[in-house]
């Protein structure tokens, strides 16, 4: 019995602990909210549900239907911020002199887009990532329509819009976006003909996920022939597990802050800087599903997946960089895939100042015996140089080759982003001298004392362009081809047009 109570006691020593790190953690919390600035009129999510409202359901909409959708949302979208508008400043992407010029400037930045070229080869479908827009495919899908290819460039509900409607939106949603565009394109194209999914971020685990579906669907869904990912968060790190409580918390009286994990000034037109706990609770629930179902593929399933190609930065601070690998590209069978690494700049001068967290995933797949994927590692050509060259070793390979390339390190560029891979140097928004008389996010670079500025200093020291995307642009369309019949492309009666009226497409 002494024995009985001696246990007992410590039992409930152990439960007042664990209560009271579960309390002290969300105090932490509390004040780390509090500090954050004002939740504004973009941030609330009666608003974003009365005015930028998304679909529930897909199962009985077209892809007219879904564009329609879209022309009316952004229609009230405009009138909104022209009426509540007038005391944002002028550059803020909500102020009504920002929001007019981009909205003139660039139409369809945020919005679906649908591009047919006069002699289509196949079709493709274009899935962005959380938090961001359809601006974030604009190359790649270019690079894709100069190749023949129709382009759907499909904006996820939720998306391009106000940053508290992923407040509303759940993982399902997007799931059933991605399922309402592949079927839309699918009907678009011969039987010849290929379709692609490519997939940025949340967007690859969209698409990994819809491609499951397909194989599990007994011939319903189109399975596609190739999956482009960029930066694909197939996992995500196991504290988003945790997101949901976090967000319980915020449902209290007082605690709307809780709901938000940044709450920064939006300055970016095409991204929200402010990001929801909800999202990252979506995420992971999302990419939880899309492991099982993974693992639950049949021997014939994972010999019918498609060609993959996969491109990740070794440092990438948004998902874990061997996810892909560890996540996907290991649990395929007899699938033709390749993985592109962009290593950081390991110039002798410059590498004592970085912290190297990508060397040891490189060095854990060079080691291995056999690799069941091509592996290329893009990364200087030597210690001394900022020449840039690409390493790779081929599936059932030990040996590796190397080829050089044109290309080289910027000046001031240590490594590149999760958010970077996408975008051109010349990109209007990213890059750098970009078009128009105004800074680009990438140009955007204030000194001062620390602690004076209100936009973290590490949202503009991040990387928001690819100095290597020719590369990254010359591995894909090689995949491309290699999916794409020789034969005569089909005409198409109408030439180049997109879904809605004629806008810019720069």
């Known amino acids: 019995m002494q024995h009985r109570n001696f246990i007992w006691r410590w039992l409930i020593r152990a439960a007042w602990g664990v209560t009271g790190v579960v309390l002290t953690a969300v105090y932490l919390y509390y004040l780390r909210a509090q500090a954050l600035p004002d939740l504004q009129f973009w941030h609330q999510q009666d608003l974003a549900a009365a005015v930028v409202p998304e679909p529930e359901n897909f199962r009985n909409m077209s892809l007219d239907d879904y564009l329609a959708h879209e022309e009316n949302m952004f229609s009230k979208l405009d009138a909104t911020i022209v009426q509540i508008a007038a005391d944002v400043p002028g550059w803020h992407r909500y102020g009504a002199t920002a929001y007019s010029i981009y909205r003139q ?7 679906s887009q649908l591009r047919t070229p006069e002699y ?36 996820m509900p939720g998306h391009g819009t106000l940053p508290g409607a992923l407040l509303n939106t759940r993982w399902q949603q997007f799931r059933g976006a991605t399922r309402l565009g592949v079927q839309a394109m699918d009907q678009r194209r011969d039987a010849s003909q290929p379709l692609i999914l490519v997939g940025y971020s949340n967007g690859a685990a969209l698409a990994v996920d819809y491609t499951v579906d397909a194989l599990r669907s007994g011939g319903d ?47 970016d037109p095409f991204k929200y800087n402010s990001f929801p706990v909800k999202a990252g609770e979506e995420i992971y629930q999302l990419t939880s599903r899309l492991q099982r179902r993974l693992n639950t593929l049949t021997q014939e399933q994972r010999q019918r997946f498609p060609r993959v190609i996969a ?46 967290s990508g060397r040891p995933l490189l060095q854990a797949l060079s080691s291995r015996p056999e690799l069941g994927f091509d592996l290329t590692i893009v990364g200087n050509a ?17 040996t590796w080759s190397e080829q050089a390339t044109d290309l080289h390190w910027p000046r001031d560029v240590y490594s590149l982003s999760h958010v970077a891979l996408p975008f051109t140097v010349d990109d209007p928004i990213y890059g750098i001298n970009g078009q128009g008389a105004t800074a680009t996010v990438s140009e955007i670079w204030l000194k001062g004392e620390q602690g004076g500025l209100a936009i973290p200093l590490a949202l503009l020291a991040r990387q928001r362009f690819n100095p290597f995307f020719a590369y990254l642009e010359e591995r894909m369309l090689a995949a491309v081809a290699a999916v794409t019949p020789s034969a005569t492309p089909s005409a198409t009666p109408s030439g180049p047009t997109t879904a809605t009226p004629a806008r810019r497409q720069d």
């Open 105 to 111: 400037g660039w139409p369809e930045g945020n919005r």
């Open 120 to 155: 289509k080869r196949g079709v493709a479908v274009l899935v962005h990532g959380l938090s961001d827009s359809t601006h974030s495919m604009r190359a790649v899908a270019g690079s894709l329509y100069t190749e023949g290819y129709e382009t759907l460039n499909l904006r």
């Open 221 to 267: 869904m189109p399975v596609p022939q190739l999956l482009v990912l960029l930066s694909p968060a197939i996992r995500v790190a196991p504290v988003a597990a945790y997101a949901n409580i976090q967000r319980w918390f915020s449902e209290l009286p007082g605690m709307e802050k809780l709901g938000w994990t940044d709450v920064v000034a939006e300055f």
């Open 311 to 356: 491109f990740q930065s070794v440092l990438d601070s948004t998902i874990p960089a061997d996810g892909v690998v560890s996540g996907l590209l290991d649990k395929l069978a007899d699938t033709p895939a390749e993985m592109v690494y962009f290593d950081i700049n390991r110039n002798a001068s410059l590498l004592p100042l970085l912290v190297d």
């Open 382 to 398: 030597n210690d001394y140089s900022t020449e840039v060259s690409a390493r790779t070793r081929r599936r059932g390979e030990v």
